[in-house]
């Protein structure tokens, strides 16, 4: 029946008679549009087009003693909600407002369902994260997780879950977040803290989730790590590391990834013991987990020599590293275990490190790892066998050799499209090689000389002034 009714041009006499007073009008005729323009993205665009959204949202406002109605409105915002474009269009209306004034009205799951349902698509837009905040969405949600928390109702536990989900959905936007963070005093943030010790599964996942969205600033991160915020953390990872939820291991290793971001926080966090806490996951098989906890080493140890020393020389977590450098399945985990690795050679710049990298048998992923397509890898690659070529080139270099690096550097070098940092630090690395006799030779075999000598005159002065004085070493050592 749809098409007949498009084709007769019906859509345009509908939509303007929903300015009608008459309510069974009203009524009528939104229907005859949804049941028109349902699961078609092109008819619900066309109503967007027409303005459709704030006669809705008036209606709302007006009528919001019919039910029938105030459902019908609901409906039609349901399906548009989904549409992107129809977000920008609630933006301008207060249908925040009207929503949450609906909400607290409301008594019966179903129809607070309803509600959610329209809430949760809207809450994707950050404006209108802000407006339901500012309308005292979040009362409302605190209010639903209080009543039905130690309920085992099925309605309560969904509702539970719906409310909790939407509460961390609203803290994805900045301003949003930041208000209601209100510089660590704020009660909502008092109260998702107590989410965490909780026996709920469902309000520890959310009371971690928002901690990671909460710190994902530097001042907030500073004044949650100073009030003991890693310590919960801590103590709620301990619950599940035998058998335990991993939405809730993830999110939890989210939260101590964000924290660990500020310098200031590294060193309070390591002495805190979170390096131990997170090495209990090791033994875990799922990626997002092995993801989360290899972020948070990653971030402890950034220019921390002591903490990266330690890590590099537990052959246990070198091992699994080097096992997870061929997770082909799961690129996240693959890329987080090679960089991982460079980084603690970088920051640790011990030759104890990188004899035990060496014989969990690291350097090939290394080598690969320089001819990553993110220039950023490349880059920390080629830094980490700088250090490796300078502090144990005898222990490392045969492994240097299978893995073709000479080769490698060689294609690097060449390539026009290599940013110039790779090319600087390709050279630089070219020089530590010259000390072992083996790997000279393949230097000596390939034209280094050509291509460095045309490197002289890059446009980038860091560039030329190594292309100068990698071309002097490769003449003296010729």
Avoid at 5 to 30: F, H, R, S, W
């Amino acid at each position: 029946m749809r098409n007949p009714c498009v084709d007769a041009g019906l859509i345009p006499p509908l939509v303007q008679l929903l300015n009608c007073k008459d309510q069974e009008v009203l009524l009528q005729t939104g229907r005859a549009l949804g049941n028109i323009c349902y699961d078609s993205h092109t008819l619900q665009s066309q109503l967007i087009n027409m303005g459709v959204i704030p006669t809705l949202v008036k209606l709302l406002g007006i009528h919001c003693q019919n039910s029938a109605l105030t459902e019908m409105c609901l409906v039609a915002f349901g399906n548009l909600a989904e549409l992107e474009s129809s977000k920008e269009q609630f933006a301008y209306t207060n249908i925040a407002e009207e929503l949450v004034k609906l909400f607290k009205k409301q008594i019966e799951h179903d129809k607070k369902e309803m509600i959610f349902e329209v809430l949760a698509p809207l809450a994707e837009n950050d404006i209108i994260k802000l407006q339901l905040v500012e309308a005292g969405l979040v009362e409302c949600l605190l209010e639903i997780v209080q009543k039905t928390v130690d309920s085992d109702k099925e309605d309560d536990v969904a509702e539970l879950k719906t409310a909790s989900d939407l509460m961390v959905l609203l803290l994805l936007g900045d301003e949003s977040m930041q208000k209601l963070f209100e510089g660590g005093k704020g009660s909502v943030f008092q109260r998702v803290l107590l989410w965490i010790p909780s026996n709920s599964h469902q309000l520890q996942l959310a009371g971690a989730l928002a901690i990671a969205n909460f710190a994902r600033n530097d001042g907030n991160c500073i004044h949650m790590v100073d009030n003991g915020i890693v310590q919960k953390l801590m103590d709620l990872l301990d619950r599940h590391v035998e058998d335990g939820n991993v939405t809730v291991q993830h999110a939890a290793l989210s939260a101590l990834r964000n924290l660990a971001i500020p310098v200031v926080n590294k060193a309070k966090m390591l002495s805190a013991g979170v390096a131990e806490a997170v090495l209990k996951f090791l033994r875990s098989e799922m990626p997002p987990v092995q993801f989360k906890l290899l972020g948070t080493l990653r971030m402890l140890i950034d220019a921390q020599a002591e903490a990266a020393e330690q890590l590099g020389k537990n052959v246990k977590l070198v091992e699994r590293l080097v096992e997870w450098c061929e997770a082909k399945d799961h690129a996240g985990v693959m890329g987080e275990s090679n960089r991982l690795l460079s980084a603690l050679i970088r920051h640790s710049k011990s030759k104890d490190v990188i004899r035990t990298i060496v014989q969990s048998g690291g350097i090939k992923h290394l080598v690969t790892m320089s001819t990553s397509e993110h220039v950023i890898m490349q880059n920390e690659a080629l830094v980490a066998l700088a250090l490796i070529a300078a502090l144990e080139l005898a222990t490392a270099e045969k492994d240097l050799e299978n893995a073709q690096l000479v080769q490698i550097l060689h294609r690097l070098l060449s390539d026009e499209r290599s940013a110039p940092e790779i090319k600087y630090n390709s050279m630089v690395l070219i020089c530590a090689l010259m000390g072992s006799e083996l790997l000279h030779k393949e230097v000596q075999s390939l034209a280094f000389l050509d291509v460095v000598s045309k490197l002289r005159s890059h446009e980038n002065k860091t560039v030329a002034q190594q292309a100068s004085l990698t071309e002097q070493r490769l003449a003296v050592e010729s």
